[in-house]
């Protein structure tokens, strides 16, 4: 599977990275704190034996940032809920800061200010997107808040909604809200004959259920399989299915082998494309129906309208 075209901005990472040296000295911490952030396990692996590959702080770092590049979304949640972590950061552990001098309190500050510096350019041009995106729906901001939505979203990567219901129900809203916020005609989560389903959406005149799964590797040809059989069972059935941390390779083409094309696939990566105002739930669901109905692709890049 090709890559995503989206590469989180080297200026960020470059920031980020000097950020994190910048904090923790040991590197059972620095892993911790990846691990906290949405790195999961398929990432870690790559430094789980650090001690025998010989990898110094530094290479911890660049290993796994270079592993969340190469992932089909980007690993752009994961990017996003370290930034937010680090742009929050306030503690400075007095053990290595001033009783073995190993790292310097007035350093990890600036670099911190650095990063602050940085979001706070980019947060002034997706206020204005989103202050237009506004105005067309006021209605819709009076029950959601893109900023809100967002912020929960970045929570749930790093693991403050640890209750796994719990968990499922803020995905669930955020969602639903996104598509609430485009205008678009939304059905809250039900069941029906012992089917559980997300929740479901209008979008041109057409009825799409929701299949969300937030899970630490990517999702199997089964959990795909099952879906699309739920939606066939409908009359003129469409689905969304919704994997945080995108899709294998196998799963995609095991779709792709069905008779019939009526799934559409997103990922976490199409999720923040919206959360930060760079474009809408219903321009994300065009490009993708469009996609799936013209050249039968059913995992593109929105913005790109390459394959993922």
Not at 20 to 25: D, G, S
Request: with cysteine; aromatic share 10%; charged share 30%.
């Amino acid at each position: 599977m090709i890559s995503s075209s989206y590469r989180f901005p080297k200026d960020f990472t470059d920031a980020m990275r000097d950020c994190v040296l910048a904090i923790f000295w040991p590197k059972d911490q620095i892993i911790s704190f990846l691990k906290n952030n949405g790195c999961t396990s398929n990432e870690l692996k790559h430094i789980s034996k650090y001690k025998e590959q010989g990898l110094n702080r530094f290479q911890i770092i660049d290993i796994i940032f270079e592993t969340l590049h190469s992932r089909s979304d980007g690993g752009i949640g994961q990017f996003r809920a370290m930034l937010k972590s680090l742009l929050e950061w306030e503690y400075f552990d007095p053990y290595y800061f001033k009783r073995l001098n190993k790292l310097n309190e007035n350093e990890a500050k600036q670099k911190i200010q650095h990063l602050k510096q940085l979001q706070e350019i980019r947060d002034a041009r997706l206020k204005e997107s989103q202050r237009k995106r506004e105005s067309i729906n006021p209605k819709q901001t009076q029950l959601y808040n893109l900023d809100s939505l967002h912020d929960t979203y970045l929570e749930l990567f790093q693991g403050k909604i640890a209750s796994p219901q719990e968990r499922g129900y803020k995905f669930q809203n955020i969602l639903l809200g996104t598509a609430s916020l485009d205008g678009l005609d939304v059905t809250e989560p039900f069941k029906i004959q012992g089917e559980q389903i997300d929740g479901s959406i209008k979008f041109e005149g057409e009825h799409y259920i929701i299949e969300a799964k937030w899970q630490d590797k990517s999702i199997a040809s089964e959990a795909l399989y099952h879906f699309a059989y739920k939606v066939e069972g409908k009359m003129y059935g469409r689905g969304l299915f919704i994997s945080v941390n995108s899709f294998s390779n196998e799963s995609v083409a095991a779709l792709k082998m069905g008779k019939v094309l009526r799934t559409i696939l997103l990922d976490g990566a199409d999720l923040i494309y919206v959360l930060e105002g760079l474009t809408t739930l219903s321009k994300v669901l065009d490009a993708k129906v469009k996609a799936a109905q013209t050249e039968g692709r059913i995992y593109i890049d929105p913005l790109t309208l390459k394959d993922k």
